[in-house]
């Protein structure tokens, strides 16, 4: 070989990639030319660099035992080879197995005896009606709890004794397994009692750990009506300025059987606080007792009660929780009419439920006013089982967690809002060719509205219902000019009062956003005026709206003059005080077709002062004068006043 | 040696789990350096090597008399290869990113610095040294990277680095090549006595 090797043959001899005899070649051009051993030896220094990552690497002991674990979780799976059309057959074959099994299942379902099942609702899958008679009781045979449609809160019974015998003394061992539970009692009805209005967004309801942002749930009364729901997926950060309240009282019929019994009932993907779980049977008091409620280890979101019952059969219970994410917020809307002297208002209210759960034909009670609560309701509703005291209770430990500090429940765990009134007329009883009715009454410091009927929320919906609609009120307006306050702007306020003169002063009026329109012409077309939010408006008090800049009236103040007058010296000569003495022109534009009432504020930076002017004027403290004026339509009026401030030596003097 | 192998899956299929057990421990510090290596990460490394011999496990029947090592190494590479598509599409960020590059250099530095007998200069240097190293293999493209690390630091023959890559001889010895002309430009000179 004449010539100098290359470096790819370089590489290649180095690393063994020529073929062998052209390894051979290089090895004796190599072995004769030093040029090329030294540019061989340059890289073999360069490719030593690579040995810096050749280390020993170390299997953690821990590693090797996850693997060697989870190996032997893992199914072994073997590729079985099929034929298509063997494989069709055999599905045929199944799905015609599937339906006579089915069929013959159909054909045995019992009409009458002692073993009925619950045909009620139209549910064949639902509740086992067991008939309280001496004849053995049997249970239904654990079959798997069927959810449908959304997975919010559900129930479900398990009977632990199968025949009339006494009853053990000792409870039974929790079931090991939901597979031991039957069924979804349907929830007979519900009543909401939604405490704190709120302007806010709402926390997320829990979601699954798994990477599943949608997934069906729901609870089995409902047959899968809201199936196909997703789950709320929203992974916001908690905004709880303003703690939400709700308290959910439902009634379900149980079927119990004589002796211990287990009642299941899960909230997962819901944000019900399940500290606050209370099960009470409404029938039979002295017959059943709910011994205890336990939280099954390892099991998420999911409670168990233990009931000891001394009769079989159905019983209605009562279940009572608080949860978050159901709220509501009043809205209203203002028109004022074309004189803008009077107004009609109508007051609305928005249901909102983001709480993941479906509330299907709830009577819905609201609590007007701000209810104290200790706990955030979401906090509580999201902690991790052991249900603990949330981060910063600050409360004995040994203090029930279910305390919460609501000041209006008059002394009892949920009285006071209505909590033993009776459940109220169905859908079915509202005639629906008129809006529904929100009855308001008091309730202590607080008020209390009861939407009319019942309203299905679903989770995820909200729903508008008027609150009350009143016309001719009267309003006023007026425009206000504060320099200090408002900067150049005229602000346009409206004001009225919530009592008897204004045809108001039924309730206190929640708060809320109200939005004013004007009438722009006879044919009722309205034009937007401005917007404000109320707080809170107890009867017989005052509201005054801002609405914000008004363009068409402007003020327009101008210095027209300014001396010093009156100097006074000290014994060395020096001023030792002065009168200042501006001369202003205001000037007012009305460019409205009605004439307006205008206020205008002017400041003084001293406390020693004088003014004349050419207008009336008040002293509204120790350093404002107010003007009230009235300006005609499409005009400009101006006017002039001067203002003295004394200086120095002046201030004294002037108040001698 | 692979005779050995041979006999441990044998008594894997018929259900001996210290089988199974015994070729983990044979065989996983180099799986673990080479999925290391690949994938640039200690924390991806466990992660496949778990799912590699769960691989292993679910599919040593398909063995049927193919040696061990090169057939172990075929999975790895794949498991390597999907888990690395999957972190190009999810375009995931290690919390422990700092401390499995740069960060863990700077350990590495900090311990040569405390070490004593060591000369805290020179150990320094080396550690920048292997960082650099440490980039230029993860540089490369997939199959350039995995074909030098068959063949350099697990020391498979070309034959069996083909037979893991599913490919030809002439196209491995062209990898190599490829990825030892790349790296040519991008390695760091080594002073003689830090060899």
Redesign the interface.
């Known amino acids: 070989m004449t010539r100098h090797l290359t470096e790819r043959e370089l590489i290649e001899y180095q690393f063994e990639l020529a073929s062998a005899t052209a390894a051979q070649r290089l090895a004796e051009h190599l072995a004769d030319c030093p040029q090329c051993s030294e540019q061989l030896e340059r890289l073999k220094r360069k490719y030593a660099a690579l040995e810096l990552l050749r280390e020993e690497v170390d299997v953690p002991e821990s590693l090797i035992s996850r693997v060697i674990e989870q190996a032997g979780q893992a199914p072994e799976r073997r590729v079985v080879s099929y034929r298509r059309s063997a494989w069709i057959g055999a599905a045929a074959a199944v799905l015609l197995m599937g339906s006579l099994l089915l069929i013959s299942n159909l054909s045995r379902i019992p009409k009458a005896g002692h073993d009925l099942r619950s045909k009620q609702n139209g549910r064949t899958g639902g509740m086992n009606l067991v008939d309280t008679g001496p004849a053995v009781v049997k249970a239904v045979p654990g079959q798997p709890e069927k959810t449908v449609g959304k997975s919010g809160a559900k129930v479900a019974v398990a009977g632990a004794t199968v025949s009339w015998q006494p009853i053990a003394e000792k409870p039974p061992f929790a079931p090991a397994s939901a597979i031991e539970l039957v069924v979804l009692p349907k929830r007979e009805n519900v009543q909401l009692t939604i405490y704190n209005s709120a302007f806010r967004s709402f926390p997320s309801p829990k979601l699954p750990p798994a990477n599943v942002q949608q997934q069906p749930v729901g609870y089995g009364g409902y047959g899968g009506r809201y199936g196909n729901a997703p789950v709320a997926t929203q992974t916001g950060p908690l905004k709880t300025a303003v703690s939400d309240l709700t308290l959910v009282r439902e009634k379900r019929h149980l079927t119990l059987k004589r002796g211990w019994n287990w009642l299941q009932f899960a909230w997962a993907n819901t944000l019900i606080d399940p500290t606050s779980l209370q099960l009470e049977p409404l029938q039979q008091k002295d017959k059943i007792s709910i011994e205890q409620l336990v939280f099954p280890s390892r099991l998420r979101e999911l409670g168990r009660w233990l009931i000891r019952s001394e009769v079989s059969g159905q019983v209605p219970f009562e279940i009572t929780y608080f949860t978050t994410g159901v709220t509501w917020r009043a809205f209203y809307m203002g028109t004022l009419a074309r004189n803008e002297k009077t107004m009609r208002l109508q007051g609305y209210v928005r249901l909102t439920n983001n709480s993941g759960e479906d509330y299907k034909k709830a009577q819905t009670r609201l609590i007007v006013g701000r209810v104290h609560i200790l706990d955030e309701v979401a906090q509580l509703a999201q902690r991790q089982y052991p249900y603990d005291a949330p981060a910063g209770y600050g409360l004995n430990a040994n203090e029930p967690l279910t305390r919460l500090g609501l000041g209006g429940y008059g002394g009892s765990a949920y009285g006071g809002g209505g909590y033993g009134g009776a459940w109220g007329p169905t859908d079915g009883d509202i005639l629906f060719s008129r809006p529904k009715e929100v009855m308001k009454e008091g309730l202590s410091e607080y008020f209390l509205y009861t939407i009319e009927g019942t309203e299905t929320i679903p989770n995820q919906w909200s729903k508008r219902l008027q609150s009350f609609e009143v016309d001719d009120i009267n309003v006023t307006s007026l425009y206000k000019y504060d320099q200090q306050r408002f900067g150049r702007q005229t602000i346009r306020y409206l004001s009225f009062a919530n009592d008897k003169d204004h045809n108001l002063g039924d309730t206190p009026m929640p708060d809320g956003s109200v939005k004013i329109y004007a009438r722009a012409d006879s044919n009722g077309l309205l034009s937007y005026v401005g917007a404000a939010t109320i707080k809170y408006i107890p009867v017989g008090e005052e509201i005054e709206l801002n609405l914000g800049a008004a363009r068409l009236v402007g003020v327009e103040p101008t210095l027209m003059n300014f001396e010093t007058d009156n100097y006074v010296f000290d014994d060395d000569k020096n001023i030792s005080g002065w009168d200042e003495i501006r001369t202003w022109k205001i000037e007012i534009t009305n460019t409205r077709p009605l004439p307006v009432d205008i206020e205008i504020m002017r400041g003084f930076d001293t406390n020693y002062w004088s003014v004349q002017a050419d207008v009336d004027y008040s002293r509204y403290d120790v350093t404002h004068i107010r003007f009230k004026l009235t300006v005609q339509p499409r005009t400009k009026r101006t006017f002039n006043y001067t203002v003295t401030t004394y200086q120095g030596v002046r201030q004294e003097q002037i108040n001698q | 040696m692979e005779d050995t192998d041979k006999s441990l899956v044998e008594a894997h299929c018929r259900g001996d ?1 210290k089988a ?2 015994e070729l ?2 044979r065989h ?3 799986v ?2 080479y999925l ?2 690949i994938s640039g990460s200690r924390d991806s490394a ?1 992660d496949l ?2 799912e590699t ?2 691989r292993v ?2 599919k040593a ?1 398909t063995l049927r008399g193919k040696n061990f090592r090169p057939w172990l190494f075929r999975v790895a590479t794949n498991t390597a290869m999907d888990g690395l598509r999957r972190r190009q599409r999810l375009k995931m960020v290690s919390l422990n990113e700092t401390l499995d590059s740069e960060g863990g250099e700077q350990a590495e530095l900090t311990c040569a610095v405390g070490t004593d007998g060591c000369e805290p200069c020179q150990d320094a240097v ?1 550690s920048e ?2 960082g ?3 980039r230029a ?1 993860d540089l490369l493209p997939k199959r350039q990277r995995a074909t030098l690390v068959l ?3 697990q020391q498979l023959t ?1 034959r069996e680095v083909a037979q893991v890559l599913g490919c030809s001889l002439g196209t491995v ?1 062209i990898q ?2 490829r990825a ?2 790349t ?2 430009a991008r ?4 002073g ?1 006595d830090l ?1």
């Open positions: 789990r199974f057990a983990v421990r996983g510090a180099s673990l350096g290391t290596k466990e090597f778990q011999f769960i496990h679910e029947h080396m040294h292997r650099k190293v440490r293999i063949a350099y630091y070309y010895k190599m090549y030892l002309h790296l040519a390695l760091p000179e080594i003689g060899q």
